[in-house]
């Protein structure tokens, strides 16, 4: 089975602090992807990277920044945390070109609160 | 970008009866994936059923089905037999061919005893 990641469960920072949150994933996947979750709003894609060192921004990449140094990992960086980025962020890969089975696999999720 | 809208924020159903959840997206492709996602209170996010746009046939999984009306760009869920199990947000997500995913606001669906 396919496993994602992500290094931190529940994660506290402080305001204007740099934080990073990393995501492995051991299937050799091209595609990874940042969301963030909050309630009445669903998933929205910050950044997603289709190999490495590329990443597109999603709907929501302002205050946030990526890397992807190699295949296997993806980092969300918050240069300066703020409270309004307290929120679920949720990692996923996929496989590029497997039409019978084109679907997001996904990290269990960090929970950041911004003090 | 495309957008996915589930207009029903919360949903209750008795246990063993059937529920259906609600899913319009809008695109202007013809060729997409579409998919029912659940996260129980673990968080983790699991596959229920996925939808490819040009399949005519709806897709199901045991006591999951969907009824696909691409016309109508609407994708809904229905749940038979409902267990306390199936008790999870679902989120209905649309995929374009780059693997982009976009998911709507979700529905807390709870199985009540």
């Known amino acids: 089975d396919v496993k994602v990641t992500q290094s931190s469960r529940y994660l506290v920072k402080r305001t204007g602090e740099k934080v990073f949150l990393e995501c492995v994933q051991d299937?050799?996947?091209?595609?990874m992807f940042w969301y963030r979750q909050d309630p009445g709003l669903g998933l929205r894609l910050i950044y997603f990277s289709y190999d490495v060192k590329m990443k597109e921004k999603g709907d929501i990449p302002e205050g946030y920044s990526v890397s992807r140094e190699k295949k296997e990992r993806f980092s969300l960086i918050l240069e300066s945390a703020s409270t309004n980025q307290t929120s679920m962020y949720l990692c996923a890969s996929s496989q590029v070109g497997d039409a019978t089975n084109e679907k997001l696999f996904f990290g269990s999720g960090t929970q950041l609160s911004v003090l | 970008a495309q957008t996915v809208t589930q207009s029903q924020p919360e949903m209750s159903v008795q246990e063993a009866e059937t529920v259906t959840l609600s899913c319009t997206y809008d695109t202007s492709e013809s060729n997409y994936y579409l998919f029912w996602y659940k996260q129980p209170p673990s968080r983790q996010m699991i596959l229920v059923i996925r939808q490819e746009a040009y399949k005519q046939q709806n897709a199901t999984e045991n006591r999951f089905s969907v009824n696909f009306q691409k016309a109508a760009k609407s994708f809904s869920l229905k749940i038979s037999d409902s267990q306390l199990g199936d008790t999870a947000m679902y989120f209905c997500?649309?995929?374009?061919?780059?693997?982009?995913?976009?998911f709507g606001a979700g529905t807390r669906l709870t199985v009540k005893p």
């Open positions: 997500a649309f995929m374009n061919i780059n693997n982009d995913m976009r």
């Open positions: 299937m050799d996947h091209e595609n």
